[in-house]
């Protein structure tokens, strides 16, 4: 029903920075509450941040407040993620989730909708 692909993921050295973008199709992208989660192999999928339909509420893990910031742009369906001071400890696979609710969530459950991933890398 909705497609998320996110791009954006590579390879960059600590203290650098990435910015990741997650498009949307299907359905109308405003209406959604979006987040971003990360995931090491073997471990559980991890919150990074969410934003509400209106952009105008966000929620950051502690470990990412300061660096990372996520933006939205409903004109283009399609959100964002700024990475800035990677650090070794942000490599993961980066995936974007959604769920047609006004209510903004950290949890995984949540979500109805996921991409497929982007890899980020940060070497030290």
């Known amino acids: 029903q909705v497609q998320l692909v996110e791009s954006g993921g590579g390879l960059v050295q600590a203290g650098g920075s990435l910015r990741l973008s997650c498009a949307a199709s299907g359905r109308t992208f405003s209406s959604y509450t979006m987040g971003w989660f990360r995931q090491v192999p073997g471990k559980e999928r991890e919150f990074v941040v969410a934003?509400?339909?209106?952009?105008?509420?966000?929620y950051y893990a502690d470990s990412v407040k300061g660096r990372f910031t996520i933006s939205r742009d409903n004109t283009k369906n399609t959100l964002y993620l700024q990475m800035n001071s990677l650090k070794p400890e942000d490599t993961a696979v980066y995936y974007c989730?959604?769920?047609?609710?006004?209510?903004?969530?950290?949890?995984?459950?949540?979500?109805?909708?996921w991409g497929q991933g982007t890899q980020v890398t940060v070497s030290s």
């Open positions: 989730a959604a769920k047609s609710n006004p209510r903004l969530s950290m949890s995984r459950d949540f979500y109805t909708y």
């Open positions: 934003i509400d339909w209106s952009g105008s509420s966000t």
